[in-house]
C-alpha cells in the first residue's frame, strides 16, 4: 500500500502538471469507484471545475476545485493562480478525494494516450483537462476511491460522508508541528497495546503504514510487541526522531516501491534499497549481523533485529538438558538411581 511518502511524492508530480487546469470532461469507466454518487452525478459536479490546488491529508489526495475563473489558491511553484496571472482567489467548489489503497495509481498522460494493456484495463476514472491531458486513476485491485464533496470541508463534513471516516479521524503527522515529542509521550503513556500496531492506527498518526512503523522501531531499537506505555522517556525520544527521519528520508527519495508503486509520472521509488529491516528476513542485520526475524503481528508482517531491538522480559530460549544418573552417597557405598 502507498504510504504517506508515497503519496506525498504522488501529489507533488501531480501538483506540478495539473494545479491550476480546467477539467473539461470526466470518463466514469467503473461506477463503483466514485459511490455514493452516480457516474453521471460525479462528472456533474466536477465538469468545468478548475482544480485550484492538489493537496494531501495522511494518504488521501485531495483535489480542490473552484469556480471556472480565478483558479484559486494553488500551492507556490504548482502552476495555480500566480502561475495563470489571476490575482483573486475564486470560490471553493468542492473537492475530489482520491485514496490509492493498496495498488492504485494516479498518472498523467497525453489525452488518448494508450498504456501497457494490464494498466488501460484497471483504468477507472479519467479527468480530461485542457491543454491535452488527462489525470488517470488506475487501480489493479479495486481498492482505491474516488470521492466527492461539496465546497471547503472541516473534519465534520468528511464526518458525514460515508465514505471519509477514515479521513475525519486521522491524527497528525510525523512532519506536521502537531507532532511533537510531548505529544506522542503523552499518546503512548495512555495505550497499554503493543507498540507495532499502535503506529498504524491512523488515528493516532496519520501516514505511517507497515515499511516505516518496521523502519522506525529498528532505527530506535524497539520490539516491535513492546507495550507502548512501558517506553523509557529515551526511547521515546529515539521513535520520535526516527519516525521524523525515516519518513522525511521516505520523501526525499521519492518513497518505496515494493511491487507496483509509481509517482504521477510512472517513476519508481528509490527508498527500498535503503529498507533495512522491512522485507529483510534471515539477512543480516546491519548493526550486529543478527539475521533479521518476521513475525506476523496484529495481521501485518513485522520485521525485526532480536539482538538490537530486545523484548524485556522475554523467556530465552534455552534448550533442554539431557537426562543424567542421579547418585546418593551413604556413608562410604555408592548407589546409583
Do not use: W
Amino acid at each position: 500500500m502507498p504510504e504517506m511518502p508515497e503519496v506525498e511524492t504522488v501529489r507533488r508530480t501531480v501538483a506540478a502538471r495539473v494545479a491550476g487546469r480546467r477539467i473539461e470532461a470526466v470518463e466514469v469507466r467503473r461506477p463503483k469507484f466514485v459511490e455514493p454518487l452516480t457516474p453521471e452525478e460525479f462528472a456533474q459536479r466536477v465538469t468545468g471545475r478548475r482544480i485550484a490546488e492538489v493537496d494531501r491529508r495522511g494518504k488521501y489526495l485531495i483535489l480542490r476545485l473552484t469556480e471556472d475563473g480565478a483558479p484559486g489558491g494553488a500551492r507556490a511553484g504548482s502552476g495555480g493562480a500566480k502561475a495563470n496571472g489571476a490575482g483573486a482567489k475564486a470560490k471553493p467548489a468542492g473537492e475530489i478525494i482520491i485514496h490509492l489503497k493498496m495498488a492504485g495509481r494516479l498518472l498523467v498522460c497525453r489525452t488518448g494516450e494508450v498504456l501497457e494493456p494490464k494498466l488501460e484495463k484497471h483504468t477507472h476514472v479519467v479527468f480530461r483537462l485542457e491543454g491535452d491531458e488527462e489525470l488517470r486513476h488506475i487501480d489493479l485491485r479495486h481498492f482505491g476511491r474516488v470521492s466527492y464533496v461539496a465546497g471547503a470541508r472541516d473534519r465534520a463534513g468528511y464526518a458525514a460522508h460515508p465514505k471519509l471516516k477514515g479521513l475525519a479521524a486521522l491524527g497528525p503527522e510525523p512532519l506536521s508541528p502537531d507532532f511533537t515529542y510531548e505529544h506522542l509521550k503523552a499518546g503512548l503513556a495512555r495505550r497499554k497495546t503493543k507498540i507495532k500496531p499502535l503506529l498504524l492506527d491512523q488515528s493516532f498518526v496519520a501516514g505511517l503504514g507497515n515499511i516505516y512503523a518496521d523502519e522506525s522501531l529498528y532505527r530506535a531499537r524497539i520490539h516491535p510487541e513492546r507495550r507502548a506505555n512501558e517506553l523509557k522517556p529515551r526511547e521515546v525520544r529515539a521513535l520520535f526522531e526516527a519516525i521524523q527521519g525515516i519518513i522525511a528520508e521516505a520523501i526525499a527519495h521519492r518513497g518505496t516501491t515494493i511491487a507496483t508503486y509509481v509517482d504521477g509520472e510512472g517513476r519508481r521509488g528509490e527508498f527500498a534499497a535503503m529498507l533495512l529491516a522491512y522485507g529483510r528476513t534471515g539477512e543480516k542485520c546491519s548493526r550486529c549481523g543478527t539475521p533479521i526475524e518476521r513475525i506476523v503481528l496484529g495481521g501485518r508482517s513485522t520485521h525485526f533485529c532480536p539482538k538490537c531491538q530486545k523484548l524485556p522480559g522475554a523467556k530465552r530460549r534455552v534448550a533442554p538438558r539431557k537426562k543424567v544418573a542421579r547418585t546418593t552417597v551413604r556413608r562410604d557405598q555408592k548407589v546409583v538411581q
